[in-house]
């Protein structure tokens, strides 16, 4: 089955500067990859997502890039704010009979300090 | 407009208990599934349905059953619970199962936080 990895495990930036996560995957037919945001003691919720016809799509501050031949993705975020702060899981999934199901890496702990 | 709802929010149970955790959606949405979350594990998938009727197996179900009566509920049984199903257990939801382009958009309710003794 598909695999995700995800790092750092843990990044800390201050106020204003950028931060990236990347994550990798292991099947090349995987061609949608979600990036979920999950405040503490809170539900994840999708911040931006990009498929495999696509190598970057953009948000306001977020962006994500991926890399099908190396399979790898990233989450960018530009002006970083304490509100930022959250844990960011990357995500990777294909259609596999009546339905997709979603790969989540392992989580990524991002602290703006002011 | 409820979004996914979650019941209860907080459980302890002692081991070989029994129970079912609630979801329900208001969205009409076609695909729900469960996730169960641990420290440094990320979300992993442990039922899903495509349809009222219609479940299988994600990556971790052995000790849980699903079924889909209705397309708003999507209830998660715990036959005989075990201190390793100690979790934070998620249902999300999604408009349709993506088709070929491999996903959609999936709305996670509150969660359920579970303790085994």
């Known amino acids: 089955g598909e695999n995700v990895e995800q790092h750092p495990s843990t990044l800390s930036v201050q106020e204003g500067d950028s931060a990236v996560i990347k994550c990798t995957y292991s099947?090349?037919?995987?061609?949608?990859f979600p990036w979920y945001k999950q405040e503490l003691g809170k539900r994840p919720q999708l911040i931006i997502d990009i498929r495999s016809n696509v190598g970057e799509k953009k948000d306001q501050r977020i962006a994500v890039t991926l890399n099908k031949t190396a399979k790898h993705f990233s989450l960018h975020i530009t002006e970083t704010q304490p509100e930022d702060s959250a844990v960011y899981f990357c995500?990777?999934?294909?259609?596999?009979?009546?339905?997709?199901?979603?790969?989540f890496g392992t989580g990524t702990r991002l602290q703006v300090t002011l | 407009n409820a979004g996914v709802t979650q019941t209860p929010k907080f459980q302890v149970l002692k081991t070989g208990q029994s129970m079912t955790l609630q979801c329900a959606q208001d969205?009409?949405?076609?695909?729900m599934s469960w996730y169960r979350q641990d420290p440094g594990m990320g979300l992993r998938l442990i039922h899903y349905?495509?349809?009222?009727?219609?479940?299988d197996q994600g990556e971790v179900p052995n000790g849980y059953n699903v079924s889909r009566s209705t397309t708003e509920d999507f209830p998660l049984r715990l036959l005989s619970a075990a201190p390793s199903q100690t979790s934070v257990y998620f249902c999300?939801?999604?408009?349709?199962?993506?088709?070929?382009?491999?996903?959609?958009?999936?709305?996670f309710g509150p969660g359920t936080r579970l303790l085994v003794l």
């Open positions: 995500a990777a999934s294909k259609r596999t009979g009546t339905a997709s199901k979603l790969t």
């Open positions: 099947d090349s037919a995987s061609n949608y």
């Open positions: 999300a939801s999604s408009l349709g199962t993506g088709g070929t382009a491999g996903g959609e958009t999936q709305y």
């Open positions: 969205m009409n949405h076609e695909y």
């Open positions: 349905s495509v349809g009222a009727g219609i479940t």
